[in-house]
């Protein structure tokens, strides 16, 4: 239940306030001027207070400096009876959330309330969030010790510290905006906002007013001035994600955010300069979205600055072992079960590591966290997983044929299909390194570059053993 502070001079107007906020679910306390009001703001602690700005004995701007001296971050809408633009002006420019003029409509109050108190909820829950979530996305927790992700901590450890905006690719569920927020925990803006929006979750003209904000009067239902979430990030970073979704006429927008450090509300007229880290993320392939005119060839290349890759789950499978050890760490303590689990059982981690998980790593941290819940034994045994994990084939099983039927089988023809599999399968390890790769399938260097020529494959050298 939100706090409000009612100060007002007049008891009548104060009583009528008190009374129409308490039928909303609000608890209120009054002042009868500016002194009292201060006194109270010192001693406790509000979501939201609603000052007259003419009184006696201490008038409403003292009520509002208090509020940014002992309660910063607190919304303080300015009421007044006399419509004055200077007053106006200078209260918005000393924080106020709010300006209105009395008499006013009681339905637009209340609208201007509500959006104030989920304002402050939203700052206390940002506030308290941002203490785990420094640890939480410190790079070193994001896991893997595969040749890609290698690549990811050493460009996170590089450009995080920077203002250069970075394009993250990778299928869906591959940690893009664990990445984003890595990025941004471990930069001078972290204790500055981390703000994002998903690009594709919402119809055109809905997703311009959350990103730009709107004037009061913009459109039919905007009854007040909205700040956008740009806006809202100033200082801090700003995600877009699976921008590729944006339409053209938000990517014009966006380039101007870029470009120039600058927005302009809906139905406004006047600039805003922002002071954003723009990081963005696509699961799509943006070249593609230029040739098909769907994507601005210069916005592009304003976000590309920093590009960062995040390979799937399936081609770094030795990451499989420590990611599950990660995630029932992790549902071990969020579940909160007397019984621990402890591992996972050998026959079910080959399952999970013969599995493609096409939905990555969010799908690996879903069954874990199934698995966790369902199991009664110290490790995770197979019958904890999903069916269509455990019953899910190996990769070699695509590869050969059943022998029951009456048709011949070229054994040839199987058997090199099987290499040709095992080959990519090790490159794709390696980064396409024959001498890498070879190790892992204890050939000689001579050997595996034999057959990789013989099956066409392309791959890279370092030298010879």
């Known amino acids: 239940m939100s706090r409000i502070l009612v100060v007002d001079n007049e008891k009548s107007m104060r009583e009528m306030l008190s009374i129409a906020l308490e039928k909303e679910g609000y608890e209120v306390e009054s002042a009868r001027n500016g002194e009292v009001a201060v006194e109270m703001v010192e001693g406790s602690n509000y979501d939201v207070v609603i000052t007259d700005i003419n009184m006696p004995r201490s008038n409403g701007i003292d009520v509002l400096d208090a509020v940014n001296r002992v309660r910063p971050g607190t919304p303080v809408i300015m009421m007044t009876g006399y419509a004055s633009p200077e007053t106006a002006v200078e209260t918005m420019k000393k924080g106020a959330y709010d300006y209105i003029t009395k008499p006013f409509n009681m339905e637009?109050?209340?609208?201007?309330?509500?959006?104030?108190?989920?304002?402050?909820?939203?700052?206390?829950?940002?506030?308290?969030?941002?203490?785990?979530?420094?640890?939480?996305?410190?790079?070193?927790n994001i896991i893997g010790k595969n040749e890609g992700m290698k690549k990811v901590?050493?460009?996170?450890?590089?450009?995080?510290?920077?203002?250069?905006?970075?394009?993250?690719?990778?299928?869906?569920?591959?940690?893009?905006?664990?990445?984003?927020?890595?990025?941004?925990?471990?930069?001078?803006?972290?204790?500055?906002?981390?703000?994002?929006?998903?690009?594709?979750?919402?119809?055109?003209?809905?997703?311009?007013?959350e990103l730009f904000g709107h004037e009061k009067g913009a459109f039919t239902s905007a009854d007040s001035t909205k700040i956008g979430l740009?806006?809202?990030?100033?200082?801090?970073?700003?995600?877009?994600?699976?921008?590729?979704?944006?339409?053209?006429?938000?990517?014009v927008k966006l380039l101007r955010v870029l470009q120039e450090r600058e927005m302009t509300r809906v139905g406004g007229t006047q600039p805003i300069k922002v002071d954003?880290?723009?990081?963005?993320?696509?699961?799509?392939?943006?070249?593609?979205?230029?040739?098909?005119?769907?994507?601005?060839?210069?916005?592009?290349?304003?976000?590309?600055?920093?590009?960062?890759?995040?390979?799937?789950?399936?081609?770094?499978k030795e990451d499989v072992p420590l990611l599950v050890q990660h995630f029932i760490n992790k549902y071990n303590e969020q579940h909160d079960k007397e019984h621990k689990i402890q591992g996972i059982q050998p026959d079910a981690l080959k399952c999970l590591e013969n599995y493609e998980w096409p939905g990555n790593i969010r799908e690996l941290e879903n069954t874990i966290e199934r698995a966790v819940v369902l199991e009664t034994e110290d490790l995770i045994g197979i019958s904890s997983l999903p069916e269509e994990i455990f019953k899910a084939p190996s990769p070699a099983d695509n590869l050969i044929p059943s022998i029951e039927g009456d048709h011949p089988i070229d054994l040839e023809v199987t058997l090199d299909n099987i290499e040709k599999s095992m080959l990519l399968g090790a490159l794709s390890k390696t980064d396409g390194m024959i001498n890498k790769a070879a190790k892992l399938l204890n050939l000689s260097f001579r050997s595996m570059r034999y057959r990789v020529k013989k099956h066409n494959i392309n791959a890279k050298s370092e030298g010879n053993e």
Not at 112 to 133: D, F, G, H, M, P
Not at 230 to 251: C, H, R, W
Not at 279 to 303: C, H, P
């Open 276 to 316: 954003l880290r723009i990081i963005a993320a696509t699961n799509r392939d943006l070249s593609e979205g230029v040739k098909q005119k769907t994507f601005r060839e210069d916005l592009y290349y304003r976000l590309k600055v920093i590009a960062i890759e995040l390979p799937p789950l399936r081609k770094r």
């Open 153 to 209: 901590f050493d460009y996170i450890e590089k450009v995080s510290n920077s203002n250069a905006t970075v394009l993250i690719g990778g299928e869906s569920g591959t940690g893009k905006e664990l990445v984003a927020k890595a990025l941004h925990y471990n930069s001078s803006r972290k204790n500055h906002p981390f703000i994002s929006i998903n690009c594709g979750a919402m119809p055109e003209n809905l997703l311009e007013s």
């Open 230 to 251: 740009m806006e809202a990030a100033n200082k801090g970073t700003f995600f877009l994600d699976e921008v590729y979704d944006a339409p053209l006429s938000i990517q």
């Open 108 to 140: 637009d109050f209340k609208l201007v309330i509500r959006n104030a108190s989920e304002r402050k909820q939203l700052a206390e829950e940002n506030t308290y969030l941002k203490s785990a979530l420094k640890d939480k996305y410190q790079f070193g």
